[in-house]
């Protein structure tokens, strides 16, 4: 009886395609590859857009939302296993309007879906799978999902009728956790506020200590873009107090990373993009080979630093994201000077006017990718583009690239700052494609790239140390207080908010 039940309820939504009409695949003319790819596959994706929310109210069906990434091993095995299916796609095709996002092109809205899928169902990571209304709410969801489990019912194609029948029959009971979902984030974000206390920052750097104490001598996933960022809390502590646990803490990544070579970018546990990795990794052995006098982290800062300068610009076939090229420059034009590499230097600036030709227009901002249709007002673009500039100057003093950063920080008190209540929104608009998306993040923890508002207080950090003018230390204070309250627990994943945190106490 289930399974007539399921062939009915699939005949009887293909015939409702019929009557409005047949989607067809629109990812041939996507702008990134990892979308483009998919303009082969067996169901009918559309892109990110007004379009397919208004497709999807029309039909009355719910919206499957698919984020996936060039890096996630899980998204390569998904979309060969999965959406390579063609009785799979015709069962999607007949229930739902399917949405494809590119990660790293539309960052904005991943990280959105990945909280509600931590809502939802308590899993992080890509790909993310997650069922919408055609509001842009989301009311199920998980990461990777096998094509067929007959067995825990986990498969998609036992899940996808299951969905859509729920979702015609109890709209009701879907609607209210829609707006749970959004309801836990906004209060989540209410009670963020707090007062930056030296204690409280101390316990929570010293939480990262003991997650890498633990870790000696396993190095359980250990090559991850986060825990670059904590060795750089970890050496920051240790340069500061001159505790030597935190130093031996450090040294178990960057030991690990150094003796693991490729191993460590090519396999880490959350398929980060390996040329963030490095450029994390180059920053600390930068730090290390000036703490420690280790040569050996002089060495294999020159090596990365090599590589890193040879991977900076446009791939042949690739896009280029403003937020990734810039902390990848800003990495170089940092580690370079502290082990003598001019070459890799000189390479990095090149890279940073080239980027600024592309994607910077003063008193606008920073676009996310070249070219006409490369999105505007992304959060992270404006800081790590910044960044890269403070890096430069900090290099050779150019006032070209302090004016920038200046600039780049005015459009975020302009454009993204919460006036209410602290810190600064991820977009500058609202998504006009999604209803939902009213509800706009304040990213603020470590993911694949530095949480973007510790990163905006270390950029204001910075301004106020070259030119003297305490406001800039004022609003990264008040930038990291608009998250104090919400903050315990996060251990590694709070590790570049707890840096800026150290340098405004250290000040007081």
């Known amino acids: 009886m289930r399974t007539l039940s399921l062939v009915f309820l699939s005949y009887a939504a293909l015939a409702c395609v019929s009557e409005h009409g047949p989607l067809t695949n629109r990812m041939a003319q996507s702008s990134t590859r990892y979308l483009t790819r998919a303009a082969r596959q067996p169901v009918s994706w559309q892109p990110w857009g007004r379009e397919a929310f208004a497709l999807a109210a029309r039909l009355d069906r719910p919206v499957l939302l698919y984020v996936g990434a060039d890096e996630c091993r899980w998204c390569a095995v998904m979309d060969r296993e999965v959406y390579g299916d063609p009785a799979l796609g015709a069962m999607i095709d007949s229930l739902f309007v ?4 590119d990660r790293d092109e539309r960052p904005d809205v991943a990280r959105r879906y990945e909280a509600a899928v931590q809502w939802l169902a308590g899993l992080r990571g890509y790909p993310v799978t997650a069922f919408l209304t055609p509001d842009g709410s989301a009311f199920f969801g998980g990461t990777y999902f096998p094509a067929d489990d007959p067995v825990t019912g986990r498969g998609l194609k036992q899940l996808l009728p299951e969905v859509a029948k729920s979702y015609r029959e109890q709209r009701g009971v879907i609607l209210q956790r829609a707006a749970l979902v959004r309801q836990l984030a906004v209060t989540h974000a209410e009670r963020a506020r707090g007062l930056l206390q030296r204690a409280t920052v101390a316990s929570q750097v010293a939480a990262v200590r003991t997650t890498f104490q633990a870790a000696a001598g396993t190095h359980a996933a250990l090559g991850s873009f986060m825990h670059t960022q904590a060795v750089s809390l970890l050496l920051a502590t240790y340069g500061r107090t001159g505790d030597s646990s935190y130093l031996d803490a450090a040294r178990t990544v960057l030991d690990f990373m150094v003796d693991s070579g490729e191993a460590a970018t090519a396999d880490v546990a959350r398929d980060d993009p390996p040329s963030l990795v490095r450029a994390g990794l180059v920053r600390n052995l930068a730090v290390g080979w000036a703490l420690t006098g280790t040569p050996r ?57 080239a980027l600024l030709r592309r994607a910077y227009a003063r008193r606008r901002g920073v676009r996310h990718t070249s070219g006409g249709a490369g999105v505007y007002g992304l959060l992270q673009d404006q800081v790590q583009l910044a960044g890269a500039c403070l890096a430069a100057y900090g ?114």
Do not use: C, M
């Not at 399917?98 to 996002?101: F, I, L, M, Y």
């Not at 900076?312 to 937020?323: E, R």
């Open 98 to 101: 399917p949405v494809r996002v």
């Open 297 to 353: 982290y002089r060495d294999a800062a020159r090596f990365a630093l090599q590589r890193l300068a040879r991977e900076l610009g446009p791939a042949v076939g690739g896009t280029v994201f403003a937020d990734r090229e810039a902390y990848v420059i800003g990495s170089v034009l940092e580690a370079a000077p502290a082990v003598g590499d001019s070459a890799a230097a000189r390479r990095a600036l090149g890279a940073l006017d």
């Open 395 to 508: 290099y050779n003093g150019r006032r070209r690239y302090l004016d920038i950063a200046q600039d780049l920080v005015e459009v975020l008190d302009r454009d993204f700052a919460d006036s209410i209540g602290g810190g600064y929104f991820d977009a500058v608009l609202t998504d006009p494609a999604a209803p939902a998306l009213p509800d706009r993040a304040k990213p603020v923890l470590d993911d694949l790239l530095p949480g973007a508002n510790a990163w905006a207080a270390r950029v204001l950090l910075q301004l106020a140390e070259a030119t003297g003018d305490a406001r800039y230390r004022r609003r990264a204070e008040a930038t990291l207080e608009a998250f104090a309250g919400a903050l315990a627990g996060e251990g590694v994943r709070a590790s570049s908010y707890l840096l800026a945190a150290q340098h405004v106490l250290a000040a007081r």
